[in-house]
């Protein structure tokens, strides 16, 4: 009987502090009661990956893939955590969003917490919104000759994000916000233009990815830069649409660690 080969995640950096990881689509960060059921989580994989315990500092939603870090000790889990609270922690998205959306702008829209049936049952049902901002830039446009909806063509943006804040779902929400949903939301998308992209692009993932994060070192303080690369689904997009070229280049990453979009 053939052994299986246990699951591993594409490190991207490590040292004796940190680790960090290109998070897949479809893996949460650990456990928790809104996915009883699943069995995979990328804490319990990168702590046997590497032999060793690693602290979470932030998070990224389930179906979101791309850079995701672990602290080696809680010394500096409580540093790095302190970076994201602070919102010191540079980071950037890229997303394919349905219609034109505008060149750039600044989505400062306050979010209430979106609460989950069975994780939150024990807490109030009403939050108050928290301040949340969302820097966006648009790279490229598209028009295909395929009535998606009610017009002959439809039109799709890939866009640029750097999020101040990090509300739960935020730029998922933010660009539902003004009108311009992420592609492969379940939730906060269109099921039309999802199932689409499903069967013409063979793509059934959320086109939402974490392609770099920039912070100040735990020990020591030295400015760090970390790029992820896209999956095979969202570089299958991109291919059909013409925008490979989009995704930040090592030197684009410069901008990014400087706060890109102020």
């Known amino acids: 009987m053939t052994k299986l080969e246990p699951e591993t995640c594409e490190v991207?950096?490590?040292?004796?502090?940190?680790?960090?990881?290109?998070?897949p689509s479809g893996l949460l960060v650990h456990r928790s009661p809104i996915d009883r059921h699943e069995t995979r989580f990328a804490l319990q994989l990168v702590r046997d990956q590497i032999g060793q315990h690693?602290?979470?500092?932030?998070?990224?939603?389930?179906?979101?893939s791309g850079v995701l870090l672990f602290a080696l000790s809680s010394d500096s889990a409580r540093r790095l955590s302190a970076q994201f609270a602070a919102g010191t922690v540079g980071k950037h998205y890229l997303a394919v969003v349905r219609g034109y959306c505008p060149e750039s702008g600044c989505i400062?829209?306050?979010?209430?917490?979106e609460l989950d049936r069975i994780a939150d049952r024990d807490r109030a049902r009403?939050?108050?919104?928290?301040?949340a901002i969302t820097h966006y830039r648009r790279l490229a446009?598209?028009?295909?000759?395929?009535?998606v909806e009610r017009y002959p063509?439809?039109?799709?943006?890939?866009?640029?994000?750097?999020?101040?804040t990090g509300r739960k779902h935020q730029l998922r929400r933010h660009l539902k916000h003004i009108g311009y949903p992420v592609i492969g939301d379940a939730k906060h998308g269109k099921g039309v233009h999802n199932r689409f992209f499903s069967a013409q692009y063979d793509c059934r993932?959320?086109?939402?990815?974490?392609?770099a994060l920039a912070f100040a070192h735990p020990v020591g303080g030295?400015?760090?830069?970390?790029?992820?690369?896209?999956?095979?689904?969202?570089?299958?997009?991109?291919?059909?649409?013409?925008?490979?070229?989009?995704?930040?280049?090592?030197?684009?990453?410069?901008?990014?660690?400087?706060?890109?979009?102020?």
């Open 12 to 23: 991207l950096y490590r040292d004796e502090h940190l680790v960090a990881i290109n998070k």
């Open 54 to 64: 690693v602290y979470p500092v932030h998070r990224l939603d389930k179906p979101t």
């Open 108 to 113: 400062d829209y306050p979010l209430r917490e």
């Open 126 to 131: 009403e939050t108050p919104a928290r301040k």
């Open 141 to 147: 446009t598209v028009e295909i000759p395929l009535a």
């Open 153 to 164: 063509q439809t039109r799709y943006s890939l866009v640029s994000l750097r999020p101040e």
């Open 205 to 211: 993932r959320l086109l939402l990815a974490c392609t």
């Open 222 to 262: 030295r400015a760090m830069v970390l790029q992820a690369a896209l999956d095979a689904p969202f570089r299958r997009v991109l291919a059909a649409f013409g925008w490979l070229e989009f995704p930040p280049s090592a030197g684009q990453l410069e901008t990014i660690a400087q706060g890109w979009g102020e």
